[in-house]
């Protein structure tokens, strides 16, 4: 479970200069480095505007990612996309882990499938294809369990299951 501390600010990222979330371990970093200060200044979030944030950039289609150092402390909370985030990037174009995929890939079930394609072009990671005919099809090994396709389904045929109870993704993080 994520735990908000006391501090938690957004902050411009050093990628697309856009708003993360950042955590109490950069309460001491943050102010001396306005490069990462956005325009407005720091703002000091309360639990349930942190929640609303990140809900916002959610809708925005962005990929939040979590980021540790000094372990074990979370450091902030990125929103993101292709092919702006450069940890993302480092990962899918050069096979460098700078970041671990989620605990969790999509699957689809097609029972509940409708075929309405809110689903189609949502996918960052090339996870998700579409076909008009036969509805989504998501690669397992592909997918990096963000969630915006389960989220962009009204009917609920997309749900997030542990990657490690599938045997083909199972500690493939
Ligand atoms: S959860 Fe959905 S959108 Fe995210 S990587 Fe997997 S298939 Fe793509
Ligand atoms: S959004 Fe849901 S119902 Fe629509 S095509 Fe995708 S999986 Fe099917």
Redesign the pocket.
């Known amino acids: 479970m994520l735990r908000f501390t006391e501090m938690c600010t957004p902050n411009a990222c050093p990628c697309k200069f856009f708003n993360c979330l950042g955590f109490t371990p950069l309460r001491e970093i943050l102010p001396k480095l306005p490069r990462f200060i956005p325009e407005n200044g720091l703002e000091i979030l309360d639990k349930e505007k942190a929640v609303s944030f990140l809900e916002s950039t959610s809708e925005k289609g962005y990929v939040h990612s979590i980021w540790a150092g000094p372990l074990p402390a979370i450091v902030a909370v990125c929103s993101c996309d292709l092919p702006t985030c450069g940890a993302i990037r480092l990962r899918t174009d050069f096979d460098i882990n700078a970041c671990w995929k989620g605990h969790y890939v999509a699957t ?1 079930n097609l029972d ?9 072009d949502i996918c960052q990671f090339d996870a998700l294809s ?1 076909d008009p005919n036969k ?2 099809r998501i690669d397992l090994e592909k997918c990096y369990g963000c969630s915006n ?1 389960a989220e ?4 609920n ?2 749900q997030l299951v542990e990657r490690d109870s599938i045997p083909i993704t199972r500690g493939k993080y």
Do not use: T
Request: hydrophobic share 30%; net charge neutral; proline share 5%.
């Open positions: 689809v509940k499938c409708i075929q309405c394609g809110n689903c189609n579409y509805g989504p396709c962009m389904c009204l009917e045929a997309i």
